[in-house]
């Protein structure tokens, strides 16, 4: 079954301190992996997509990372900022021979608090 | 460029009532999605449409029904509401939907079948 697992559930950090999300994931065949950021009462925007062929991508202060051989990447964020609590969702597209659709899954997400 | 609207932003119904979601873009993307986003959960896919006039069921297409009878709009139907219905709903859009083109979201409607 495809699966994206997130971790941790939630976070809680200071005002200019960096931090690291987890994402291990089950999707096969993989095609791409995305990180969106969730801000509370909004829809989910992009920062990252990342390719197989790609292990390292940054946006700004976030980095992405991929390891598709472990099936596993992370989210790092570099002197966060009060405007970073947001849910942190990882995002992974799979393509499935035969069809026109590539289905993306969804990560439960991670719940960044940044407190001052 | 508003990008990814929703209409409207709340609701509340009661069980049995029927409803529809409107979603528009002017982005002049082929691709629109419905998902629905419930606590601890990942978004998951009701309906999608690859075009103007055509739609196609997601994972969770139960108790909904679509209709893209324009290129910018993507309508969501609740014919009868369950409580199982409550959920932040959201709307996508991409130009397309292989390799890494991306979706974008508009600010979700939060409905609540009572």
């Known amino acids: 079954k495809n699966q994206v697992e997130q971790s941790p559930q939630s976070l809680i950090i200071l005002e200019g301190k960096n931090c690291t999300l987890q994402c291990n994931y089950t999707v096969s065949p993989f095609s791409n992996l995305r990180w969106y950021k969730q801000d509370t009462g909004r829809g989910p925007v992009s920062l990252t997509i990342?390719?197989?062929?790609?292990n390292t991508k940054s946006n700004g202060r976030y980095t992405a990372t991929l390891d598709a051989d472990t099936k596993q990447s992370s989210l790092h964020i570099t002197a966060s900022q009060l405007s970073d609590s947001a849910s942190y969702i990882c995002?992974?597209?799979?393509?499935?021979?035969?069809?026109?659709?590539?289905?993306?899954?969804f990560g439960q997400g991670t719940i960044l608090t940044v407190h001052p | 460029n508003a990008g990814v609207t929703q209409t409207p932003k709340f609701r509340v119904l009661k069980t049995g009532q029927s409803m529809t979601l409107l979603c528009a873009q002017d982005?002049?993307?082929?691709?629109m999605y419905w998902y629905r986003q419930d606590p601890g959960m990942g978004l998951r896919l009701i309906h999608y449409s690859v075009g103007e006039g055509t739609t196609a069921k997601g994972e969770v297409p139960d108790g909904y029904n679509v209709s893209r009878l324009k290129k910018q709009n993507f309508l969501l139907g609740l014919e009868s509401a369950a409580p199982s219905q409550t959920s932040v709903y959201f709307c996508a859009s991409s130009y397309g939907t292989g390799g890494v083109y991306e979706q974008y979201f508009g600010p979700g409607t939060r409905l609540t079948v009572t």
């Open positions: 982005m002049n993307h082929e691709y």
């Open positions: 995002v992974v597209r799979y393509s499935p021979g035969g069809t026109s659709y590539g289905k993306l899954t």
């Open positions: 990342m390719t197989f062929s790609e």
